[in-house]
């Protein structure tokens, strides 16, 4: 099982980052002193055909791009069996194929405790809210410039929340959790335009977001077993 897991993360792994993303953000492949930016953020890069968005193809405003628009796709994903009152849940951020910004990692135990006291209908929108603030904090803390940036999320809440459309008692603990986000956000220099996008309807940036939540969500915890020193794991 460990041998076909670390195989399966392995391709999962250099579709997401590459084979050596590491070491490119180390080199600043993104260089704020030569203004030249080494990843493209059209159509391809998120899985789109090569003849979308060109001259005849007709195509909706939240499958669009456009040149110097960082674009991120956020998901995230949980289980909602807890154990011992955690739960399971993972986040992910898309921001192109082998881009070294995307990212999709397992909660720590204070927030899966804030996830597991929540009501079970706000879950999903924490999360997906979760997903999109670390995207931007990664982005923020890496080499922006003023580009044009663009998250598309698969939550009509959280989208809703950010256009104060949440009205009601009911929403007030998400309201509460989209004040951080929108702090964030508020650091960039140009706004951040914030698009729903359908989850789980051929949008393939969303998709390969989805997947990466899942996977995580799904192995994160053995694959960190498995990466373990042999002492840390026997104990």
Request: charged residues 30%.
């Amino acid at each position: 099982m460990c041998g076909c897991l670390s195989a399966l993360y392995s391709l999962f792994r250099s579709f997401c980052w590459g084979d050596s993303a590491t070491e490119r953000l180390a080199a600043g492949a993104d260089d704020k002193t030569t203004g030249e930016n080494a990843f493209s953020y059209d159509a391809q890069q998120y899985g789109f055909p090569k003849d979308h968005g060109t001259e005849g193809v007709t195509v909706a405003f939240n499958e669009s791009f456009s040149p110097n628009t960082i674009v991120c796709y956020t998901d995230a994903s949980y289980d909602p069996n807890s154990v011992n009152g955690i739960h399971t849940a993972a986040c992910a951020g898309f921001f192109g194929k082998r881009h070294p910004l995307n990212f999709s990692v397992l909660l720590n135990d204070e927030t899966k405790k804030k996830l597991d006291d929540m009501d079970k209908d706000d879950r999903a929108t924490y999360l997906e809210i979760l997903a999109a603030k670390t995207a931007l904090e990664k982005l923020f803390n890496w080499k922006y410039r003023p580009e044009e940036v663009i998250v598309r999320s698969d939550n009509l809440n959280m989208i809703r929340g950010l256009n104060l459309r949440l009205k009601g008692a009911r929403f007030k603990q998400i309201r509460e959790e989209i004040c951080p986000l929108m702090d964030v956000a508020s650091n960039f220099e140009r706004p951040i335009l914030f698009q729903h996008v359908y989850g789980h309807n051929g949008d393939p940036a969303n998709e390969t977001a989805d997947a990466m939540a899942c996977f995580t969500r799904k192995y994160g915890e053995e694959l960190e077993r498995m990466m373990e020193p042999d002492d840390e794991r026997k104990k």
